[in-house]
């Protein structure tokens, strides 16, 4: 039996999208990512990825190991994430902060060639900004502008 309120990261599999697709957010964080039932994950080298908390989705983002990963990193082993949301019925509960800090173990278990992950985040987004420094990502002063503004370019060293 499972200790209660365990948090684990896992593959997408079917069973979890009905849950995915009833996730929310309000306006001020919908602006700055998407939600799990609006993204296409068909691509190869897309790897979407469910953050359960006691096997109950709660949270959800995407790992690029595409040609994307290229505008962000030039090392041929990173791997670029995505589309981080936790629904919003969850939110203050900690799982954001529990899901980036089980990050390294995940891709160092899942993705072994891995050795970095970069993301951009909005420079107005500032929740996002401190749950990623405090996650281990590091701002290293690179910018560049996005659809809604200017993005800081964040990497966490697997």
Same mark, same amino acid.
């Given at each position: 039996?499972?200790?209660?309120?365990?948090?684990?990261? /896992?593959?997408?599999?079917?069973?979890?999208?009905?849950?995915? =697709? *009833?996730?929310?957010?309000?306006?001020?964080?919908? %602006?700055?990512?998407?939600?799990?039932?609006?993204?296409? $994950?068909?691509?190869?080298?897309?790897?979407?990825?469910?953050?359960?908390? *006691?096997?109950?989705?709660?949270? &959800?983002?995407?790992? +690029?190991?595409?040609?994307? /990963?290229?505008?962000?990193?030039?090392?041929?082993?990173?791997?670029?994430?995505?589309? &981080?949301?936790?629904? =919003? !019925? %969850?939110?203050?509960?900690?799982?954001?902060?529990?899901?980036?800090?089980?990050?390294?173990? &995940?891709? !160092?278990?899942?993705?072994? #060639?891995?050795? #970095?992950?970069?993301? /951009?985040?909005? +420079?107005?987004? $500032?929740?996002? %900004?401190?749950?990623?420094?405090?996650?281990?990502?590091?701002? +290293?002063? #690179?910018?560049?502008?996005?659809? $809604?503004?200017?993005? $800081? /370019?964040?990497?966490? =060293?697997?």
């Amino acid at each position: 039996m499972q200790a209660i309120n365990t948090l684990e990261l /896992v593959h997408f599999s079917e069973d979890y999208v009905d849950v995915l =697709h *009833d996730f929310d957010l309000p306006d001020e964080q919908s %602006q700055f990512t998407a939600l799990p039932k609006d993204i296409s $994950i068909e691509m190869v080298g897309q790897y979407p990825i469910v953050i359960l908390s *006691d096997n109950v989705p709660v949270g &959800f983002f995407v790992l +690029h190991s595409t040609e994307r /990963v290229k505008e962000y990193s030039s090392n041929p082993n990173a791997m670029l994430l995505t589309a &981080f949301s936790i629904d =919003h !019925k %969850q939110q203050g509960k900690g799982y954001a902060k529990k899901g980036m800090l089980a990050l390294s173990n &995940f891709i !160092k278990r899942e993705f072994k #060639e891995c050795n #970095e992950v970069v993301l /951009v985040v909005n +420079h107005k987004n $500032i929740p996002a %900004q401190n749950l990623y420094l405090k996650a281990g990502f590091v701002d +290293h002063g #690179e910018r560049r502008m996005g659809p $809604i503004g200017e993005q $800081i /370019v964040m990497n966490l =060293h697997i």
